[in-house]
């Protein structure tokens, strides 16, 4: 099986990255290959689905990949969009020696979360009248009948018997997760080995919730488990994190990585079928229910496909069949590698934002900072593509394997991305630093609120990088537009600290935050000019999931960017994540007083009396905002993962915040759906973010609300206040520190 790098609609690529892990796995001796779901046209394609090019083209790859060779002596379960009967389908189709062997369609869409199936695929269910013994035929383009003389293949829910005694099923993704999952019918049939094709996108701690799912699955009924996974950006906002497994009766037997910078991982495991059939037998209950099957509902091997001229099985006394790549059988579970969260904030954006630099064919990423530590948390997230004492993140990898094969694929791209691929050099670099000396440039954009402590910060971990950085005052902008409008208006807006009104103190810190943004578009476009390369630099946004939920950002300022790696995390693992890497990597111990500095944005003018040596600046973000970010990140989960309205999240703060009054809490409540609902407008125009968190409030396809709210809440809020009323008024008023 094998995690592959598919990008949407990329035909071409796609077949290629197919046939090299075809290769891989001949090479290792194997018999069967899985690969990932929908993997020949790329699982991201969305309503390039409800194209009829998108289907043809995946038949030609198909034939394609037949003429090449990609299964002359193995067998292939490819994943693909197939129209049957004039119905769309997302169907695994498996191939032998240039034939193909089966179509079997997926029965359960996901349509949760950013998973949208049910739009363009339809489930399929088994017609009254099919069998194995009379199976649905799909009738196959007529250049297959010309290239390789076969004018139809099955098509419906059946698995494969061979010559030899194996037999193959197929499950796919979604249905793994549903209360009836494929694999338990499979298994009681009496199927030995099921493949998994799956294009599961990267969340924070939801591999092992996979992993315990697929382990579950052959401890309880015996067999070979294998799952594929894409790997990578295919084009859009999540990671899909690979992690390919061969699982055999409950035990991990192979693991790809989760995250990688290879396009290609290919794993292989020897497997001796008569383990799982002895597995199975030594259960009685299976044998029980397995039984039953048969007798009911013809089981015992029935919706099989014989296929008298298949063997994949090999003989190990024969020396014939002996091959020195193949891996040794193994009786023992291999030790997990699963990432902490903090580590996958790391590695999972890191990665995201390499397949983006690369194939968008920019010369490198430009980051406007200012005083919010959450801009160097993205600084030392890009920092992770070249920091040589990171040895997981992606620029460690990228160097490591340019470095081993400097003719190899990941060197080619990194010649390009580093415009170093002129005539026939095969220039690596040398360390990830100066990687990181083409490809990273941060401008410190300043004014006079901006205190000396963040400036000096910026610098610092600007030099430890060894990345392109400026330092500039964005002053003379500000002054330029306020005498414009002071020209236009006769009027002059003042902070509310020097005597203005709110709405006077808001414009003057938006325009500052808004002249970054523009500031940051014009380096970006103009940098590479300045260096002398050729090429632009993609402009890196700082906003996270707790300010995109509260509304706390300015909309069009340094938020609006071409990319946001942290977009969708929340600012307490952001902050751990600092922390861990100061404590595990020396010699960036300037991270870990980022992390422990109050966010501020240092928009007001400096108050000396109140302004504090670790933040340098008297303005924060939490008491601007009117709550902590520890308590929106209670909303947020709530909100979204619970789904809460406000009298539901409400009654559960009651119990969970019990040492605050219902008053309190009602106050909280009202105060984060009166924020949340007056700025959800700032969501329709957020910058594409790497998805991590499962509250991500995203609106381009994970969280769909409305972004026009009554912001009163009127019904919602007066049932709070009446609940409140019930209780004495001692307990409203009784000390939150009890």
Same mark, same amino acid.
């Given at each position: 099986?094998?995690?592959?790098?598919?990008?949407?609609?990329?035909f071409d690529g796609?077949?290629?990255?197919?046939?090299? $892990?075809c290769?891989?796995a001949?090479d290792?001796?194997?018999?069967?290959?899985l690969?990932p779901?929908l993997?020949?046209?790329g699982?991201?394609c969305?309503?390039?689905f !409800?194209?009829n090019?998108?289907?043809?083209h995946?038949?030609e790859?198909?034939?394609?990949?037949?003429?090449?060779?990609?299964?002359?002596?193995?067998?292939? +379960?490819?994943g693909?969009?197939?129209l %049957?009967?004039g119905?769309?389908?997302?169907? #695994?189709?498996?191939?032998?020696n240039?034939?193909?062997?089966?179509?079997r369609?997926?029965?359960?869409?996901?349509?949760n979360?950013?998973?949208?199936?049910?739009?363009?695929?339809?489930?399929y269910?088994?017609p009254a009248?099919?069998?194995?013994n009379?199976?649905e035929?799909?009738l196959?383009?007529?250049?297959?009948?010309a290239q &390789?003389g076969?004018r *139809?293949?099955?098509?419906?829910?059946? %698995?494969l018997?061979?010559a *030899?005694?194996?037999t193959i099923?197929?499950e796919s993704?979604?249905?793994?997760?549903?209360?009836?999952?494929?694999?338990i019918d499979?298994?009681?049939?009496?199927?030995?080995?099921?493949?998994?094709g799956s294009g599961?996108?990267?969340?924070l701690?939801k591999?092992?919730?996979?992993?315990?799912?697929?382990? $579950?699955?052959?401890?309880?009924?015996?067999g070979v488990y294998?799952?594929?996974n894409?790997r990578?950006?295919?084009?859009?906002r999540?990671?899909?994190?690979?992690?390919?497994?061969?699982v055999?009766n409950?035990?991990?037997v192979a693991?790809?990585?989760?995250?990688?910078v290879h *396009?290609?991982?290919v794993?292989?495991?020897?497997?001796?079928?008569? +383990?799982?059939?002895?597995?199975?037998?030594?259960?009685?209950?299976?044998?029980?229910?397995?039984?039953?099957?048969a007798t009911?509902d013809?089981?015992?091997?029935?919706?099989?496909l014989?296929? *008298? +001229?298949v %063997? =994949?099985?090999f +003989?190990p006394?024969?020396?014939a069949?002996f091959n020195?790549?193949?891996?040794?059988?193994?009786?023992?579970s291999?030790? =997990?590698k699963?990432?902490a969260?903090?580590?996958e904030c790391?590695?999972?954006?890191?990665?995201?934002l390499?397949?983006?630099?690369?194939r968008?064919g920019?010369?490198?990423f &430009?980051l406007?900072?200012s005083?919010?530590f959450?801009s160097?948390a993205? &600084?030392y997230?890009?920092l992770?593509?070249?920091?040589?004492?990171?040895?997981?993140?992606?620029c460690?990898l990228v160097?490591?394997?340019?470095r081993e094969?400097?003719?190899g694929?990941?060197?080619?791209?990194?010649r390009?991305?580093c415009?170093?691929d002129?005539?026939?050099?095969?220039?690596?670099?040398?360390t990830p630093?100066e990687?990181?000396?083409f490809?990273?440039?941060?401008?410190?954009?300043?004014?006079?609120?901006?205190s000396?402590?963040?400036n000096?910060?910026?610098?610092?971990?600007?030099d430890?990088i060894?990345?392109?950085?400026?330092s500039?005052k964005?002053d003379?902008m500000?002054?330029?537009v306020l005498?414009?409008f002071q020209?236009?208006?006769? %009027?002059?807006?003042?902070?509310?600290?020097?005597?203005?009104?709110?709405?006077?103190?808001?414009? =003057?810190?938006?325009?500052q935050?808004?002249?970054?943004?523009v500031?940051?578009?014009l380096m970006a476009?103009?940098?590479?000019?300045? #260096?002398?390369r050729?090429?632009f !630099? /993609?402009?890196l946004?700082?906003?996270?999931v707790?300010?995109?939920?509260?509304?706390?950002?300015?909309?069009y300022?340094?938020?609006?960017?071409d990319?946001?790696?942290?977009?969708a995390i929340?600012?307490?693992d952001?902050?751990?994540m600092?922390v861990?890497?100061s404590?595990?990597y020396?010699g960036?111990?300037?991270?870990?007083e980022?992390?422990?500095?109050?966010p501020?944005?240092e928009?007001?003018p400096?108050?000396?009396a109140t302004?504090?040596a670790?933040a340098g600046h008297?303005?924060?973000?939490e008491?601007?905002?009117?709550?902590?970010?520890?308590?929106l990140?209670?909303f947020? #989960? =709530?909100?979204?993962?619970?789904?809460?309205?406000p009298?539901?999240?409400?009654?559960k703060?009651m119990v969970?915040?019990?040492? /605050?009054?219902p008053?309190?809490?009602?106050a909280?409540?009202?105060?984060?759906?009166y924020y949340?609902s007056?700025?959800?407008h700032?969501?329709t125009?957020?910058?594409p973010a790497?998805?991590a968190?499962a509250y991500?409030p995203?609106?381009n396809?994970?969280?769909?609300?409305?972004?026009?709210?009554n912001t009163?809440?009127?019904r919602?809020?007066?049932v709070?206040d009446d609940?409140?009323a019930?209780?004495?008024?001692s307990?409203n008023?009784?000390?939150k520190n009890?």
């Amino acid at each position: 099986t094998c995690n592959l790098n598919q990008w949407a609609l990329d035909f071409d690529g796609n077949v290629q990255r197919i046939l090299e $892990s075809c290769r891989l796995a001949k090479d290792q001796g194997a018999s069967y290959r899985l690969g990932p779901e929908l993997e020949i046209c790329g699982y991201g394609c969305e309503d390039h689905f !409800l194209e009829n090019d998108t289907f043809d083209h995946c038949w030609e790859s198909l034939a394609q990949l037949l003429e090449e060779g990609a299964t002359d002596g193995l067998m292939c +379960d490819f994943g693909m969009p197939v129209l %049957h009967a004039g119905v769309r389908y997302n169907c #695994r189709v498996i191939c032998h020696n240039r034939k193909v062997l089966m179509l079997r369609p997926k029965t359960a869409m996901a349509d949760n979360g950013n998973y949208r199936e049910g739009r363009y695929f339809t489930a399929y269910s088994t017609p009254a009248n099919s069998s194995a013994n009379c199976p649905e035929k799909h009738l196959l383009p007529t250049s297959f009948f010309a290239q &390789f003389g076969q004018r *139809d293949a099955p098509f419906g829910l059946y %698995h494969l018997q061979c010559a *030899d005694g194996t037999t193959i099923g197929c499950e796919s993704c979604e249905e793994l997760w549903t209360p009836q999952a494929s694999h338990i019918d499979l298994a009681l049939r009496g199927v030995e080995i099921i493949g998994n094709g799956s294009g599961s996108h990267h969340e924070l701690r939801k591999l092992s919730t996979r992993m315990e799912l697929m382990i $579950s699955a052959t401890r309880k009924c015996g067999g070979v488990y294998l799952y594929s996974n894409q790997r990578g950006c295919d084009g859009s906002r999540t990671y899909y994190d690979g992690c390919a497994m061969i699982v055999v009766n409950g035990r991990i037997v192979a693991q790809a990585p989760q995250f990688d910078v290879h *396009d290609v991982n290919v794993i292989t495991a020897t497997i001796d079928l008569d +383990d799982v059939r002895s597995y199975r037998a030594s259960h009685p209950a299976f044998g029980i229910q397995a039984a039953r099957m048969a007798t009911e509902d013809g089981g015992g091997g029935s919706n099989g496909l014989m296929f *008298d +001229d298949v %063997h =994949l099985v090999f +003989d190990p006394t024969n020396g014939a069949s002996f091959n020195k790549n193949r891996p040794k059988i193994t009786e023992d579970s291999m030790t =997990l590698k699963i990432s902490a969260p903090e580590e996958e904030c790391c590695l999972g954006p890191a990665c995201w934002l390499w397949d983006f630099l690369r194939r968008s064919g920019a010369a490198g990423f &430009f980051l406007p900072l200012s005083g919010e530590f959450l801009s160097f948390a993205l &600084f030392y997230m890009v920092l992770l593509l070249f920091n040589s004492a990171i040895v997981a993140v992606m620029c460690i990898l990228v160097t490591k394997a340019a470095r081993e094969d400097p003719e190899g694929d990941v060197a080619k791209e990194c010649r390009r991305v580093c415009r170093k691929d002129e005539g026939n050099s095969l220039w690596v670099p040398s360390t990830p630093q100066e990687m990181a000396s083409f490809v990273l440039h941060s401008c410190f954009m300043g004014t006079e609120n901006s205190s000396n402590v963040t400036n000096s910060r910026a610098q610092r971990l600007g030099d430890a990088i060894g990345s392109y950085h400026l330092s500039i005052k964005i002053d003379l902008m500000v002054k330029a537009v306020l005498q414009v409008f002071q020209i236009t208006t006769n %009027h002059m807006p003042r902070f509310a600290s020097r005597g203005g009104t709110m709405t006077e103190d808001l414009a =003057l810190q938006n325009i500052q935050a808004r002249l970054r943004m523009v500031t940051a578009y014009l380096m970006a476009q103009l940098l590479p000019w300045v #260096r002398g390369r050729s090429g632009f !630099l /993609l402009v890196l946004g700082s906003a996270n999931v707790d300010e995109g939920l509260r509304g706390y950002m300015t909309k069009y300022d340094c938020s609006s960017a071409d990319l946001n790696p942290i977009g969708a995390i929340s600012k307490g693992d952001l902050k751990r994540m600092l922390v861990f890497l100061s404590k595990e990597y020396p010699g960036f111990d300037v991270l870990a007083e980022i992390a422990n500095a109050p966010p501020t944005a240092e928009l007001r003018p400096i108050d000396a009396a109140t302004a504090t040596a670790e933040a340098g600046h008297s303005q924060t973000d939490e008491e601007d905002m009117g709550m902590t970010y520890e308590e929106l990140g209670y909303f947020g #989960r =709530l909100r979204k993962i619970s789904r809460c309205g406000p009298v539901s999240m409400f009654k559960k703060l009651m119990v969970s915040w019990s040492h /605050l009054s219902p008053s309190e809490v009602g106050a909280k409540v009202k105060r984060f759906f009166y924020y949340y609902s007056l700025n959800r407008h700032k969501m329709t125009t957020i910058t594409p973010a790497y998805h991590a968190e499962a509250y991500s409030p995203d609106d381009n396809r994970f969280d769909l609300r409305q972004f026009l709210y009554n912001t009163r809440w009127t019904r919602q809020f007066a049932v709070i206040d009446d609940i409140v009323a019930q209780f004495p008024e001692s307990d409203n008023d009784k000390d939150k520190n009890d």
